[in-house]
């Protein structure tokens, strides 16, 4: 082991070639992860924001909350189910945002609610709103009123959350009252009328199970779908479809990943193979030249992983806003361990040849 | 040329890995083209085979069809600006629709003013909508319920609409999407929620009078109607949300792809000249020329090239196949692998520059003298 050591500290410019190759598929990998978690983010903050574990839609919506119409009825009949504890509106509406002295206009994503949620506490009055720390970019400040569509609504804003946009739109919390005048003076046909949200959030009195809560709901109240947050962000459109692809994507990357590792010591192996037979011959085993080979694809996959995380992190801070890219701890931690795991598998394919290596060689000068 | 190929069958294994790894990324490049283009060309699709030349829209949208209402006072300005022959009313949104069978389906649905700006331009065939309740769909969403002559309803409201045509590549928002009558998508809106005070349209679509440029008209409509913001056909396209981004983010995966290819396939041939260069020399100092070494070596790259050729663009087109659902279908286009496959065979030699470099630098004469080897340090 120490040996494998020794030799990476001594002929580091041996190591150089794997190590660049490594680089690049590390910030490869960590692009592709951030940006499939950017898509995955900017569709299901919302719900994943919410604190209750049941968000009920109009059946016919699809699950979108956009079509969705819940009316005052229907949500009365799901406050009545037995085992709901509370149920509270929701509502959404896509407006541009005037920002005053800045000519650029804001895109906001206004949501109407009725009870607080992990990020925002509870609505505030009417015309005033908790805006998403993303409207920073767009000049948005404290205490400011920012005017919606063309209707010019106005909502003061009185303090910030965060990581809550929706569909890359900064999100605005008002209360239900100012969501419904914004959305039915800016967009008439998406009107609500009084009492009608686009979806309904349910948390159940302790005990009561989840899933059989949502069945309870879809059986009592006609037209409405209850799902489970999960469920509920399963089913945004695309969302399974961009997951797959890019999940499929990054299998591949790890699998070449793999193979550059095995390959880059394949030629190593051989050609140091007459050293290899020599240190056989005075008594290293084959398990001490493998462990010494594993040990040096894993420095080199951490020395490239570290390379390529700042690079990742680099190149986040130079890329265009328009491409969404979002690098969570989470996913440094995925590559790393998938990378590593690649390494290790693709140096293994060289063990054989390791073995085979007969230490008699070393006097035949092999 | 069989001295190159002896080498490679004598380095079976070395050669396979390289193979292999080429062949994973190149798989990886065309992949990630045939879903960069299928995407872009069902987001954009709707907007891009309409017959309007010059889109308008309001100008709080920011180029969003989804965000944009144009209204009733703008289009009847639109309509009086010089150089305009034909304006009309285009509506954009999406609906619920239960097809034969009882499946639900996110269907986009584009009114038009018959006759008008905003018809889809590549009927394939049938016809186009002529009266209330006909559509035209998109031809690759026939088989998945939206065929000639079948019917589909838009809930709630319980709206029939009737497919009496197909159009090639209308599809917008990555969904299926249907082209109809402006009454009737006014119908659907307000059918579908009957609580809407007022059903505004997405866009105002422009036909150009003769010989009016129509970049030149976008400019006039936007300084002259207040609220809003023309563009051309081509812009438009261009500025939708989301266009740029699927475009730099795929830009920049490629671009690191292409790069790992190169940085692979030179360091690859590099060491194995470094390794084999007290043979090289020796060859050469009994008569080998250096053309006849550089040969070999091209010859190898281009076999290697070849070969992850060979695996990646079948692989890339089952893969392609296998991803395709009812939802959304990517296809592999014939010039992106020819484009490719060009690119990847040029960069690969020059990948391999830097072999070419120690072989044409050879000294017949260092085979008198024992030579070091070298290799990766």
Do not use: C
């Amino acid at each position: 082991m120490k040996l494998a050591w020794r030799e990476l500290i001594r002929r580091p410019r041996r190591f150089v070639v794997a190590g660049a190759a490594l680089t690049l598929i590390a910030l490869l990998l960590l692009v592709l992860g951030g940006i499939l978690d950017a898509l995955i983010g900017s569709s299901t903050g919302l719900l994943e924001a919410q604190s209750a574990p049941l968000i009920v839609y109009s059946s016919d919506s699809k699950g979108s909350i956009d079509r969705s119409r819940v009316d005052a009825s229907q949500m009365e009949a799901i406050a009545a189910v037995p085992g709901v504890r509370v149920a509270s509106g929701l509502g959404v509406a896509f407006l541009a945002g005037h920002v005053p002295g800045r000519a650029a206009l804001a895109d906001v994503a206004v949501f109407g609610y009725e009870a607080s949620n992990r990020e925002v506490p509870a609505p505030p009055s009417s015309g005033r709103g908790y805006a998403d720390a993303s409207l920073k970019d767009d000049g948005v400040s404290l205490g400011q009123t920012i005017e919606l569509g063309t209707a010019r609504t106005p909502v003061r804003v009185i303090g910030w959350v965060q990581g809550t946009d929706y569909n890359q739109q900064g999100g605005l919390w008002v209360d239900p009252s100012t969501w419904r005048e914004a959305l039915n003076d800016n967009i008439p046909d998406a009107a609500v009328a009084p009492g009608t949200f686009q979806a309904v959030l349910v948390t159940p009195e302790g005990g009561t199970q989840v899933a059989m809560l949502a069945n309870a709901i879809d059986v009592a109240v006609p037209g409405v779908s209850a799902l489970t947050i999960p469920e509920a962000i399963d089913g945004i459109p695309g969302v399974a479809q961009q997951q797959s692809v890019f999940t499929s994507i990054i299998g591949v990357t790890f699998a070449v990943a793999g193979i550059v590792v095995a390959l880059f010591f394949a030629l190593l192996t051989i050609e140091r193979i007459g050293l290899l037979g020599v240190l056989k011959a005075i008594g290293a085993s084959s398990r001490t030249l493998a462990a010494g080979l594993s040990l040096q694809a894993l420095l080199i996959t951490s020395g490239a992983l570290a390379l390529g995380s700042v690079l990742a992190l680099v190149l986040a801070r130079v890329i265009p806003a328009a491409v969404p890219l979002s690098l969570s701890p989470g996913r440094f931690v995925f590559t790393a361990v998938g990378l590593i795991a690649a390494a290790l598998i693709g140096s293994a394919i060289s063990f054989r040849r390791i073995v085979r290596i007969d230490p008699a060689s070393a006097v035949g000068g092999a | 040329v069989r001295f190159a190929l002896a080498e490679i069958r004598r380095a079976k294994f070395r050669f396979a890995l390289l193979i292999g790894a080429v062949a994973l990324l190149v798989f990886l490049i065309l992949f990630q083209q045939a879903l960069a283009g299928s995407l872009l060309g069902q987001f954009t699709g709707g907007l891009q085979r309409q017959s309007a030349m010059v889109i308008v829209y309001n100008a709080d949208a920011r180029r969003s069809v989804d965000a944009s209402r144009v209204l009733p006072s703008q289009i009847a300005a639109v309509a009086k600006v010089p150089g305009v022959e034909l304006s009309g009313p285009i509506g954009e949104a999406t609906f619920s629709a239960r097809l034969r069978g009882g499946e639900l389906k996110e269907t986009t649905v584009f009114g038009y003013e018959l006759g008008g700006p905003g018809a889809p331009t590549t009927l394939s065939s049938g016809r186009l909508p002529a009266a209330p309740g006909e559509a035209v769909a998109s031809s690759s969403d026939a088989s998945g319920g939206y065929g000639i002559g079948q019917t589909i309803t838009v809930v709630p409201g319980d709206t029939p609409l009737t497919i009496v045509g197909l159009a090639d590549g209308i599809q917008f928002n990555v969904q299926p999407t249907l082209f109809t009558s402006y009454a009737t998508f006014d119908r659907l809106a307000r059918a579908t929620n009957p609580s809407a005070t007022e059903v505004l349209p997405n866009l105002v679509g422009v036909e150009p009078a003769a010989d009016v440029d129509p970049i030149a008209l976008a400019n006039t409509i936007t300084e002259q109607v207040r609220g809003v913001e023309a563009l051309d056909r081509a812009a438009a396209v261009a500025a939708l949300p989301g266009v740029s981004s699927i475009q730099q983010s795929f830009a920049i995966i490629l671009g690191l792809a292409f790069v790992v290819v190169v940085l692979l396939t030179g360091f690859f041939f590099l060491i194995l000249t470094v390794q084999k260069l007290p043979s090289l020399t020796l060859l050469s100092a009994v008569g080998a020329t250096g053309r006849f070494l550089l040969g070999n070596l091209l010859l190898q790259v281009v076999v290697v090239i070849g070969a992850a050729l060979a695996i990646a663009i079948p692989l890339t087109a089952l893969s392609v196949s296998t991803a395709s659902d009812a939802a959304f279908t990517a296809t592999v286009e014939p010039r992106t692998v020819i484009v490719t496959a060009t690119a990847i065979v040029l960069l690969g030699i020059a990948s391999a520059l830097g072999a070419m470099r120690r072989i044409a630098k050879i000294d017949p004469a260092d085979a008198t003298s024992p030579l070091t080897g070298g290799g990766l340090g």
